[in-house]
């Protein structure tokens, strides 16, 4: 497992980590396109405040929050206005790469998929995990 890869709980064969930022990252990178529903998972985990649900796992798709998932305008929301990114093509795929200072070095992440804003939330929620204390 490369040290950018989610963190896996449990057993070797569990398919799904249960942090909920881990799970919104492996579901992201297993989307074939985005979605108001996936877009509520990054909504609950970035802490997103226009969401009424109790904890990160609810259901998507009851209230109104930014289409991260589909909208690259709606997935810069995501990042630090100190936060440097870009978005590439590589083999057909779309590419983000994310760079930031957090307490006394720089971390940068990567993401990739199907569209730009798919690829950019990946990246981001990388960045944030690697962020928290």
Same mark, same amino acid.
């Given at each position: 497992?490369?040290?950018?890869?989610?963190?896996?709980?449990?057993?070797?064969?569990?398919?799904?980590?249960?942090?909920?930022?881990?799970?919104?990252?492996?579901?992201? =990178?297993?989307?074939?396109?985005? &979605?108001?529903?996936?877009?509520?998972? @990054? %909504? /609950? *985990? +970035?802490?997103?405040?226009?969401?009424?649900?109790?904890?990160?796992?609810?259901?998507?798709?009851?209230?109104?929050?930014?289409?991260?998932?589909?909208?690259?305008?709606?997935?810069?929301?995501?990042?630090?206005? =100190?936060?440097?990114?870009?978005? &590439?093509?590589?083999?057909?795929?779309? @590419? %983000? /790469? *994310? +760079?930031?200072?957090?307490?006394?070095?720089?971390?940068?992440?990567?993401?990739?998929?199907?569209?730009?804003?798919?690829?950019?939330?990946?990246?981001?929620?990388?960045?944030?995990?690697?962020?928290?204390?």
């Amino acid at each position: 497992m490369a040290p950018s890869d989610p963190v896996w709980y449990g057993a070797q064969e569990a398919d799904e980590p249960l942090d909920p930022l881990d799970r919104a990252i492996a579901e992201l =990178e297993r989307a074939e396109a985005g &979605g108001i529903d996936l877009s509520g998972r @990054v %909504a /609950a *985990v +970035a802490g997103e405040t226009r969401i009424a649900p109790a904890e990160p796992d609810a259901v998507a798709g009851m209230l109104d929050w930014p289409d991260y998932t589909t909208s690259l305008d709606a997935a810069l929301e995501l990042l630090d206005p =100190e936060w440097t990114w870009m978005v &590439g093509t590589r083999g057909g795929r779309f @590419v %983000a /790469a *994310v +760079a930031a200072y957090i307490g006394n070095g720089a971390e940068r992440t990567a993401g990739e998929a199907n569209s730009p804003a798919l690829a950019l939330c990946i990246a981001a929620l990388k960045l944030r995990r690697r962020a928290r204390p």
